[in-house]
């Protein structure tokens, strides 16, 4: 059984570990590695050496950390297969998602690559007799990334490219179900000439997350999950004087008008709620109908998911691959009994479903429900499961106080022809990520990503323009040079000279 570690100052560094953890494939329920737990010692010695690394990171050119960049855009292209394999064997969705993932996450390499561009500041000239000030965006230190296990490529790289380009060291800490696409972007940093000790990798669960919002050599911390565990890690780093985003859990809802082409929306209803078994933050678990227009739509989209295969990741047929544990499988079906024994319609079950030859594996297939009650847990809690629930509103004045009631705002969605009920929407929803006929409004890298409400804790989103400013810190300087003669114009005159 391989055994995988953490990596620290550029290699693989045993050191001294605080236990193991089994890694399972979903699809099979097999054990297919271990990896050893960071222990406080070793991430002792992770902040130690990026501190260190980060001294002289921040004083070397923006344009040799471009090259860095671009180098690194170029092996993540070159290496993509091998990272969607480790990333399917280890969460379980579907190879082509994984290389969706990776592309994604790419983009803010593709990004950091233009960060010379993007970290500029301001000058203003003779603010007062002879005196300007200027701007500059400074690196904070050492930053501490924890992610989910859903994005093992995409989300750590929502951090790590811009902390890194804008200067900054960083020590990684994945989920513990999904590490080794971590540890291999590890490998391809180091390929791209990235000095030893700026790119860490620990694993480990509570105690290692808790060592580094307890760290005073960690300066920030950028944190992805759930919402109860962005709460803690909000709370614990601000209180230990960190700069802290976390982003947090999701419900996102759309909004489906009478006017709508029912086809069209069915379909991309069917991709964004069953896609990745449901296990995205910007999926979309409820739709509300509008007008009368649930039961055709629940029918238009259980046709599609009925044509959803479910399998292997690795099988190039399949659509849809397993939940990441049995335990997520058995809450997201303790979710959908809960709803049905409240009275809710089960338009499409998919909680008995069975993949030949991986009897093992955390299947579910695409399920439907309508009439739930708003107070049942199905509605209520983030389900990260692949179930679609349809909700009837009568009008477009109740379905956005429906919207807008939940705690999450991530993203959401409308789906209409109608243009001026389209802007009206998303002048009105409240959430940080929005989409007109478009489900999944997961914004470009160059725009930033985050929700409002529960769904984010902190100020700035992730990545794009807000992720340089939550990197850097401002310094404005202030200068004044009492004279305009004197040394320069010595030398100026002293060169005529020797002409
Ligand atoms: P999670 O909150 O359980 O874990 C996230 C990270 O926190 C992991 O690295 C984990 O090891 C650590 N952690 C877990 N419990 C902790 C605790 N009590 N104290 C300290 N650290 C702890 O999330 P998950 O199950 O890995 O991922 C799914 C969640 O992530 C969903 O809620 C999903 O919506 C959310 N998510 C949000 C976004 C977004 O952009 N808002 C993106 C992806 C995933």
């Known amino acids: 059984m391989e055994i995988i570690c953490q990596w620290i100052n550029g290699e693989y560094y045993e050191g001294n570990p605080d236990g193991e953890v089994e890694i399972e494939n979903p699809a099979t329920g097999k054990i297919v590695r271990k990896a050893q737990l960071t222990s406080q010692e070793d ?97 904070l230190g050492v930053v501490g990334g924890i992610c989910p296990f859903n994005f093992p490529a995409m989300v750590p790289m929502w951090m790590h490219p811009l902390a890194l380009a804008t200067g900054n060291a960083f020590i990684l800490k994945p989920a513990t179900t999904t590490p080794s696409a971590s540890l291999f972007t590890a490998e391809l940093y180091k390929q791209a000439g990235l000095p030893d000790g700026l790119f860490n990798v620990v694993i480990g669960d509570v105690p290692v997350v808790q060592g580094m919002l307890n760290h005073d050599g ?41 006017d709508a082409d029912l ?41 599609h998911a009925r044509n959803i295969t479910v399998g292997s990741g690795m099988n190039e047929n ?13 809450r997201i079906i303790g979710l959908i009994d809960s709803a049905e024994k409240a009275g809710a319609k089960i338009v499409l079950d998919g909680r008995d479903h069975v993949v030949e030859g991986f009897e093992g594996g955390h299947f579910l297939a695409p399920t439907i429900v309508t009439d739930v009650p708003l107070d049942n847990e199905l509605y209520t809690n983030e389900v990260f499961g692949p179930v679609l629930t349809i909700v009837a509103a009568k009008d477009y004045e109740e379905a956005i106080k429906i919207v807008n009631a939940q705690p999450f705002g991530n993203g959401s969605a409308i789906f209409t022809n109608d243009g001026g009920m389209a802007r ?76």
């Open 318 to 330: 399949t659509d849809m691959g397993p939940v990441i544990t049995a335990d997520a499988k058995k």
């Open 43 to 139: 991430l002792e010695y992770a902040v130690k050496v990026a501190r260190k690394a980060q001294e002289e990171w921040r004083n070397i050119s923006l344009a040799k950390r471009v090259d860095i960049m671009f180098k690194m855009r170029q092996l993540l292209l070159d290496n993509q297969d091998k990272m969607a394999k480790l990333i399917v064997e280890e969460h379980g969705k579907t190879y082509g998602d994984a290389i969706g993932e990776i592309q994604r996450g790419r983009e803010t390499i593709d990004f950091a690559c233009g960060i010379n561009a993007n970290l500029k500041g301001e000058m203003s000239y003779n603010i007062s007799t002879r005196v300007d000030i200027h701007t500059i965006r400074q690196p």
């Open 424 to 499: 009206r929407f998303t002048q009105e929803v409240e959430a940080g990520m929005v989409g007109v006929n478009v489900p999944i409004p997961t914004p470009v890298a160059y725009y930033s990503f985050g929700g409002w409400k529960n769904s984010l804790m902190g100020d700035t989103h992730i990545h794009g323009p807000e992720g340089v400013k939550f990197y850097t810190r401002a310094k404005a300087i202030t200068t004044r040079w009492p004279s305009e003669s004197g040394a320069y114009q010595a030398t100026m005159s002293f060169e005529r000279d020797e002409e």
């Open 218 to 258: 960690i300066d920030a911390i950028s944190f992805v999950g759930s919402t109860p565990v962005a709460r803690i890690v909000q709370e614990t780093g601000i209180a230990n004087g960190k700069r802290v985003q976390a982003l947090g859990g999701a419900n996102n809802h759309a909004i489906v008008m009478p």
């Open 263 to 303: 086809e069209f929306a069915a379909e991309h209803i069917s991709a964004a709620a069953f896609g990745a078994a449901g296990e995205r933050c910007m999926a979309l678990p409820v739709v509300v109908a509008v007008g009368g227009t649930g039961e055709k739509l629940a029918e238009l989209v259980a046709k």
